[in-house]
Nanobody, 129 residues
Framework: DVQLVESGGGSVQAGGSLRLSCAASGYTYNRNCMAWFRQAPGKEREGVARIATGSGITYYADSVKGRFTISQDNAKNTVYLQMNSLKPEDTAMYYC???????????????????????WGQGTQVTVS
């Protein structure tokens, strides 16, 4: 079975940093698309950042550009999200996602795509006060 296990969430003051990790298992981690999404209470789930696991090419939502960095460790089948200069509006449940297919060029991985051809992690809470 495919498993995506997130860790690293927590509570932090505004301006602080957190690093989320997503360890993938049971999954062919090669030339696929992995991403981080978040969902705040009462809001829809939105894509935050994605990485093409083959090329390492990244894409970010405008709201996090310059503050968040997505990266990977292929040897560990793990994707990271380094979050700096955190703001209260970054408070949300953060989900790791993986699609079985390569990332689309120049765009975020979509929720609907993950629902059909991908996998979701269980989520990790990030609270910024």
């Amino acid at each position: 079975d495919v498993q995506l296990v997130e860790s690293g969430g927590g509570s932090v003051q505004a301006g602080g940093s957190l690093r989320l990790s997503c360890a993938a298992s049971g999954y062919t981690y090669n030339r696929n698309c992995m991403a981080w999404f978040r969902q705040a209470p009462g809001k829809e789930r939105e894509g935050v950042a994605r990485i093409a696991t083959g090329s390492g090419i990244t894409y970010y939502a405008d709201s996090v550009k310059g503050r968040f960095t997505i990266s990977q460790d292929n040897a560990k089948n793990t994707v990271y999200l380094q979050m700096n200069s955190l703001k209260p509006e970054d408070t949300a449940m953060y989900y790791c996602a993986a699609d079985r297919y390569p990332c689309s060029t120049g765009t975020m991985l979509a929720n609907q795509v993950v629902d059909v051809t991908g996998y979701w992690g269980q989520g990790t809470q990030v609270t910024v006060s």
